[in-house]
């Protein structure tokens, strides 16, 4: 691969920088509401690493619109937006303080990282061909840290919050057949009063 490419398709690829800078920006929004409503702490952590960590990819995104000689601009980007909308969708329809709310919530963070990993991985590829590697090896960076988000969530989901929501609820009925046992005994007494 040479590396030449037309004024069109730096266009393009300057266009979807746009559009997951938009994504990342509007992550950072989302991501402190998604950490306040999370039961698990460790969960609330993660969240709160993860803003950390989309802060910084915002910045090496206005270092790539910079070694294309771009403007950083925010374009809007649907799929993002309609991510965040179902982790709201989430927060509202969960009860505070559960398991399952955190169920719902890691399974939400983990279709952002998930689109974000096929974004970056395209732009990855994209930037090869254009034969810029300071620009490939800038957005690598990001997509390792959204891997290795993606599998912190699943080390998280494996790690109780999902055994944790599966049993949720489940003590209450344990001690309504307790209370059964106890009738059982009462009715024992008096049959054994009886004879
Ligand atoms: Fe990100």
Redesign the pocket.
Known sequence: MDGSYSPEFKDFFVDELKDIYWA?KH?TKALPKMQKAATSEELRNAFADHLA??QT?VTRLEQAFELLGARPVAKKCDAMAGLVEEANGIIDESEKGTSIRDVGLVLAAQKVEHY?IATYGGLVTLAKTMGNDELSSLLEE?LA??KETDELLTSLAEGGINSAAATEGMEQEEEGEETEEEFDSINLKKKTAKK
């Open positions: 990342e992550l960590v989309t990819q974000e990001t840290e959204e």
